[in-house]
C-alpha cells in the first residue's frame, strides 16, 4: 500500500519560482470554496475537525473519506448558494452513487458497486443569502449521519439523493454535536424517528415546500 504523503508547510518555497511558496499556491487554488470542486473537500476536513482524525493528508479518490475510531465514513456536500449568478438558490441534492472498491495493489477497481463506509455524513452548506453565506461559518452548516444499513434500506441504487429525502432519515446537528452524533450512529445506534420538514426548527432562512427547483443542483465530485 503507498504511504499517506506528508503535510506541506505553507511556507516551503516552490522551487524555480522566486518569492512564491507552497502557501500562495493553496490561495490561488482553493480561496474559492462555493464551487462544486473545493466545497466538498472542505466538508471533509470540517467533519474531520470535528473528529479529530485530520491526522494524516487527504487521499484523493480513497475508498472512504475520514477514518475513525476503525470505522469508515464518507462525507456528502451540498448547499444552496454557487459561484454562478443564479436565479434562486440551487435545489438540495446529494451524490449518493454506489462504487466499486479500488485496489491499490492492482491499480484497479474490483468488486461489485456498493456504499463502503459504515456511515454517510451530509454536509448542507444551508444560508442561501449570496451576500451573507460563508463557507468558514459554522453556524450555517447542517450536519446529517447516517448508517450504512439505513443509508441501502432508504436509498437502494439510487445516484442521487434529495435533501427532503434525508431529512426523513434523520435529524440535523449543529458543528458542536456532530461528533457526538457520529458516535452515537457508529457505536450506539438505536431507534431514530423521522422528521418531517415541518417539524423542524432553525435559524436560518429555509425554502418553502412549493419553490420551484433550481436547474442547478449541487451533486459534488464525490461527496
Known amino acids: 500500500m503507498t504511504p499517506p504523503s506528508p503535510f506541506r ?3 516551503e518555497p516552490i522551487r524555480g519560482l522566486n518569492d512564491r511558496f507552497v502557501g500562495d499556491f493553496w490561495r490561488w487554488a482553493y480561496s474559492d470554496l462555493l464551487s462544486n470542486t473545493n466545497r466538498p473537500i472542505l466538508a471533509e ?4 475537525s470535528a473528529l479529530q482524525a485530520l491526522s494524516c493528508p ?19 456536500s451540498a448547499a444552496y448558494v454557487q459561484s454562478w449568478d443564479q436565479p434562486r438558490p440551487s435545489s438540495i441534492r446529494f451524490d449518493i452513487g454506489k462504487r ?5 495493489e492492482t491499480g484497479r477497481h474490483v468488486d461489485t458497486r456498493c456504499q463502503h463506509a459504515d456511515c454517510s455524513v451530509f454536509c448542507l452548506l ?9 463557507p468558514f461559518d459554522l453556524a450555517q452548516r447542517e450536519f446529517f449521519v447516517l448508517a450504512r444499513q439505513t443509508f441501502d434500506e432508504r436509498f437502494g441504487d439510487q445516484k442521487t439523493g434529495a435533501l427532503s429525502r434525508v431529512e426523513d432519515c434523520c ?5 458542536d454535536r456532530l461528533a ?13 424517528r423521522s422528521l418531517s420538514r415541518s417539524s423542524r426548527t432553525t435559524n436560518l432562512s ?3 415546500d412549493g419553490r420551484p427547483p433550481s436547474p442547478a443542483g449541487d451533486v459534488g465530485r464525490r461527496g
Open 9 to 11: 508547510d505553507p511556507s
Open 45 to 48: 476536513y470540517l467533519v474531520g
Open 58 to 76: 487527504r487521499t484523493e479518490w480513497d475508498l472512504s473519506d475520514i477514518d475513525y475510531r476503525g470505522r469508515t465514513i464518507e462525507v456528502k
Open 100 to 104: 466499486c472498491r479500488w485496489n491499490e
Open 126 to 134: 444551508a444560508e442561501q443569502d449570496h451576500n451573507v453565506v460563508d
Open 171 to 175: 435529524r440535523p446537528v449543529g458543528f
Open 180 to 192: 457526538a452524533e457520529v458516535d452515537r450512529v457508529l457505536f450506539e445506534q438505536g431507534p431514530v
Open 206 to 208: 429555509r425554502p418553502g
